[in-house]
T-cell receptor
Framework: NAGVTQTPKFQVLKTGQSMTLQCAQD?????MYWYRQDPGMGLRLIYY???????DKGEVPNGYNVSRLNKREFSLRLESAAPSQTSVYFC????????????FGSGTQLSVL | SQKIEQNSEALNIQEGKTATLTCNYT??????LQWYRQDPGRGPVFLLL?????KEKRKERLKVTFDTTLKQSLFHITASQPADSATYLC???????????FGTGTKLQVIP
């Protein structure tokens, strides 16, 4: 029972490099989310996808793009990484909107030098 | 502006006592309030959900209250154990797709 799987677990980038964070869930959930977590800031929503084929901006979308490849997979791309994007990134999913609990992956620790 | 406040100071408590964590919010009208537990290096794990028309919810040693007049939720762990040591996050859910907003969390340390 994998739940929400994120890859990679750790990544170090140089300023200006690009990379894609991968997320997949095997629970047949409709909604998927990308959050970042910084000390003292809590979890902040970057992008979300209410269903396959749709994506929308969250609270802090600048510098990121997303793709909802299919129902299972939701990727987050950094086109030109900046030190301010150093953070822990979490993918989450839930069955549908409203009142449902979120299931989180184990996170990706990203450092941008 | 919208704000969710959890005590940023760590809470240290003796084993066996009741731990009480606070979540206050302003400028929200949440339909649901959720509590999560997060261990170091791991993603948050859902614990409890309470609806706006519910005053209290219990699950084993956990109890959550929700006062929409005071705009506050209290999270209680009774008979606390060292294994309860973690960071606890409250999250407000207004029912829309994106509107799960998290507080910064309170770190609980249960001392044997």
């Amino acid at each position: 029972n994998a739940g929400v799987t994120q890859t990679p677990k750790f990544q170090v980038l140089k300023t200006g490099q690009s990379m894609t964070l991968q997320c997949a869930q095997d629970m047949n959930h409709n909604s998927m989310y990308w959050y970042r977590q910084d000390p003292g800031m809590g979890l902040r929503l970057i992008y979300y996808s209410a269903s396959e084929g749709t994506t929308d901006k969250g609270e802090v979308p600048n510098g990121y793009n997303v793709s909802r490849l299919n129902k299972r997979e939701f990727s987050l791309r950094l086109e030109s990484a900046a030190p301010s994007q150093t953070s822990v990134y979490f993918c989450a999913s839930r069955l549908d909107r409203g009142h449902e609990k979120l299931f989180f992956g184990s996170g990706t620790q990203l450092s941008v030098l | 502006s919208q704000k969710i406040e959890q005590n940023s100071e760590a809470l240290n408590i003796q084993e066996g006592k009741t731990a009480t964590l606070t979540c206050n919010y302003t400028n929200y009208s949440p339909a649901y309030l959720q509590w999560y537990r997060q261990d170091p290096g791991r993603g948050p794990v859902f614990l409890l959900l309470i609806r706006e028309n519910e005053k209290e919810k219990r699950k084993e040693r956990l109890k959550v209250t929700f006062d929409t007049t005071l705009k506050q939720s209290l999270f209680h762990i009774t008979a606390s154990q060292p294994a309860d040591s973690a960071t606890y996050l409250c999250a407000l859910d207004t029912g829309g797709y994106q509107k799960v907003t998290f507080g910064t969390g309170t770190k609980l340390q249960v001392i044997p």
